[in-house]
């Protein structure tokens, strides 16, 4: 199977041409006809001679995924699932927001951390997604958007889709590097968050990269106790040495974190919890801010619920008395399985029940 030309950045390009006897400029060529005119065949790109295109046509294919289904929502939200050319299924979200167009993006088929919430983590990592499977998400989304004729343009990139991000750390930041280049879709670093469970030494070495892209970390627990109950990665990597990476991102890139915090009723969501988490962040209130996320109920994990309205709002008072930057997250498509996995494991579901 060939492999997408979405997997180079354009200096990976050039340096393809060049191994290829091709003239170095057609990579930013090339580009423009990938990112900037959108086409989706060698063939339209008509100021490439036919030998050119011959040659890639013969090494590459471009989009490495095809749509199964789009659902649209009340809100706009718009999901996507696409089948990959080895028929495994991955889900892209498009989000409608007060300040563009957002996209969540996919990183790995199934997810290894394990964290018991999560609708993802039902699946054993299989594989982690290609460069050229990530940017096809966003060049998909993309040319739906082109169709509709309204001149609309994806804005904002969140990888928080299945997958944990820093264990496909290569394909990512590739991806992130073709998202930002200036002769692609130039999205600006700071539109674009990656959400890792916190795997430390990739947040180190993200910290100096030097990507201006902003960085979430999921949470979720003020204490070992807890983080360890739902989070498994919280054994090899406990809260001391995530604060510890932190620290240590903060200072080489004095940029805001986002700390992502589920509410689970019961289990994070008391009082005690927002006080130990208060305490947790208080040297670094500056720089660092809390994102309450209203859980989404999965089938096969039913023992955990979503925190009450009451609950919540306590917990994000004491936060925000104690000085901590803190939001209760806008929740989207709830009517269409928006949520982490939930799309995809229905589809998987009816498969089965198909076969
Ligand atoms: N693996 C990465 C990124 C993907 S998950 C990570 O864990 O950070 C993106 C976010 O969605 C994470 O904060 C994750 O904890 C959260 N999430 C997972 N399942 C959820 C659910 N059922 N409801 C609400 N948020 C969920
Ligand atoms: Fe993987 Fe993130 Fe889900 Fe945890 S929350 S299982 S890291 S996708």
Known sequence: ?????????????????????????????IWQWLYEKRVISFKDMSNLSH?????????????????????????????????????????????????????CVTTQIGCNIGCTFCASGLLKKQRNLTTGEIVAQIMKVQHYLDDQGKGERVSHIVVMGIGEPFDNY????????????????????????????????????????????????????????????????????????????????????????????IMLAGVNDQAEHARQLAELLKDKKKLTYVNLIPYNTVEEHNNYQRSSKEDTLEFYNILKKQGINCVVRQEFGTDIDAACGQLRSKQMKKEKVKK
């Open 170 to 261: 290569k394909n990512v930041m590739n991806f992130l590097t073709i998202m930002n280049d200036s002769k692609g879709l130039h999205i600006g670093a700071r539109h674009v968050t990656v959400s890792t469970s916190g795997l430390v030494p990739k947040i180190k070495e993200f910290a100096e990269n030097g990507l201006q892209v902003n960085l979430a970390i999921s949470l979720h627990a003020p204490n070992n106790e807890v983080r360890t109950s739902i989070m498994q990665i919280n054994k090899a990597y406990p809260i001391e040495r995530l604060m510890d990476a932190v620290d240590f991102y903060l200072e080489k890139t004095n940029r805001r974190i986002t700390f992502e915090y």
């Open 51 to 103: 030998k050119t295109i011959e040659l890639l046509e013969e090494s590459f294919i471009i989009a490495p995924l095809k749509e199964v289904v789009v659902q649209e929502g009340e809100d706009g939200t718009t999901k996507y699932l696409f089948e990959l050319t080895d028929h495994h299924m991955i889900e892209t979200v498009l989000m409608r927001q007060a300040y563009g167009l957002s996209v």
């Open 1 to 29: 199977m060939k492999p997408s030309i979405y997997d180079l950045t354009q200096s990976e390009l050039s340096d393809w041409l060049v191994e290829h006897h091709e003239k170095k400029f057609r990579a930013s060529q």
